[in-house]
């Protein structure tokens, strides 16, 4: 496992940290300043939101290079199903493409994919899953050709009806191996899987080809909102070190991207103390 | 699988239904009221929480009897782990034994275990559930001297942090097969599995002995409060259908519990026309 109290150059952000990836949240810097914060503090990678980048995709993976950075990854494709898709397969198809060209834009390996919620008129998640491989399969193709990986994250169960029909690794797994593509993989969120106690057999039956992202922050014990309350890493009841320890078995060795959703805590502070606790945390608890 | 579309007789009330679990919700009708409401109705049996019975209970279980009804269960146990459980091992364990005799004395076969969060200064649920391991068992012997199983409630990993580390059926069937105790089961709740696609085959490996429970409800696609936004059956997603062709095949056939917390919705109602839709939708959606 390796030792990050010492180097934290495997550290990424995920802008939703600071906030700013919502309407009337964050301190409102510009990417170029973010980026340059994550640089003054050793940061080796930074994860964009779509809303971010505009139509600024080639000069801001350019910059976030230039400061030494990688582009990790780009939040996040369309939903694929549910009652929040866009309506109809051809809007989300388009717009899964659009979010495509936007990460090969920014030099981004991954495009992470939240899958969407129960398919109207169906009832559980089976259909939904259905409809979801078959539109990630169709774009796999397309990505390949721009060398663009596509993160499956399950997420939390408590989203199963709206956000993500996708809830669990085992799941996300099963979908990968479905749609067997080599570009399609599965990205780790430690919010969305703590409490599993099948997570490191699941991450061993994905292998390390099929490991996409590790994200970091904490499950707090009384959580007041499943959406935007999310702790900082150590702040909570997750077992991080036991979480990245499985994630490194199954041979990922990648970066470790820090996503803290805090409307009422992290997003009301000063983003250079909520860097700085980013970096401190992350040597110290993950 | 039992065709419940004329006969109902396996329907019973969970009192949480009509509110008044909680102050301030519900219209206020005594035991006897909802007894005799029940009754009218056709239900099967009725499910009681320890603040509506007080020293009432071999009272109450008489008048339940009178009724031609059964009590099916009493709600609860207290948490046996986590930041919210009484402070320190004998409380807990007086407060647990405290309602086995209330069981016992209502004639109620089951009492439902919430099993509590995360205990304080852990990471993960291992050594909760460890914690609750040890108690159920204790508690398991003192149970079965009055008749009285306890089941072991899995809830939906949203609560994990707080109200439960028991967040899977694969785990609460890795606890009894560890308590090993005849009188140490499971309750299936819909809201809580709905999403897990490894319930049936986790049922099985429970086996007809130790399921003691089936509870239902729905959970809303878009629901504004995890603890009391639950939906009455048919108006979510859950393949209400599906689980419980998944519980008679693991070999239950015995009581299905409704058991609907809605602060905002069904709680504001006719408690006449909540227990109307029960009958309702239990014969034509479950």
Known sequence: MRDFAKDHSALALNTATLGHNLDGHGA???????????AERGFGGIVFWRREIGNRAVEIGERVRAAGLSVVGLCRAPYLAGPLALPGRAAIMDDFRAAIDMAAGLGAPVLTIVCGGVE?????????LKLVA???????AYAAASNVRLALEPLHPVYGGDRSCLVTMRDAVDLCLAIDAPNVGVAVDVYHVWWDRTLADELLRAGPERIFGYHL???LAQTHDVLLDRGMM???VADLKAIRAAVEAAGYNGPCEVEVFSAQNWWRRDPADVL???????RSVC
């Open 28 to 38: 409102g810097w510009s990417v170029e300043r973010v980026v340059e914060a994550c």
């Open 120 to 128: 109207p008129g169906t009832k559980g998640i089976g259909e939904s």
């Open 134 to 140: 078959d539109r990630v399969a169709e774009a796999a």
């Open 217 to 219: 922050c904490d499950w």
């Open 234 to 236: 150590g702040d909570g």
């Open 276 to 282: 700085d606790a980013c970096v401190e945390r992350f």
